[in-house]
């Protein structure tokens, strides 16, 4: 079973950085096409950036492209989101997310999500 647990969440003044991590018990993360994904107060939840482990495709969602960088060290079996210059918009509990075999298309998985989530971290960003 994939546990992941998010940390590196808190408050960050607007223009600043955070840098997000995710870290899997269980599995490879290796294996796995992983995500992240947030959800803002009051809002439907965003997926903000994807990875196909096949092919190394990343990908990012247009509110942050430019500003989120995902990153991964497979020998701490742990993900980042490396988030900078952070606007208010991006307040929200950031969840990363993992799943093997197919589809393996970026647009899928942030529109519909993955098999395996955690259970999220808090980003507050202020002014």
């Known amino acids: 079973q994939v546990q992941l647990v998010e940390s590196g969440g808190g408050l960050v003044q607007r223009g600043n950085s955070l840098l997000l991590s995710c870290t899997a018990s269980g599995v490879s993360l290796a294996d796995y096409n992983i995500g992240w994904f947030r959800q803002a107060p009051g809002k439907e939840r965003e997926g903000v950036s994807c990875?196909?482990?096949?092919?190394?495709?990343?990908e990012y969602a247009d509110s942050v492209r430019g500003r989120f960088t995902f990153s991964r060290d497979n020998a701490k079996n742990t993900v980042y989101l490396q988030i900078n210059d952070a606007k208010l918009e991006d307040t929200g509990v950031y969840y990363c997310a993992a799943e093997r075999g197919y589809p393996q298309k970026c647009d899928f998985y942030l529109s519909f999500g993955m098999n395996n989530w955690g259970k999220g971290t808090l980003v507050t960003v202020s002014s």
């Open positions: 990875f196909i482990n096949s092919d190394g495709t990343t």
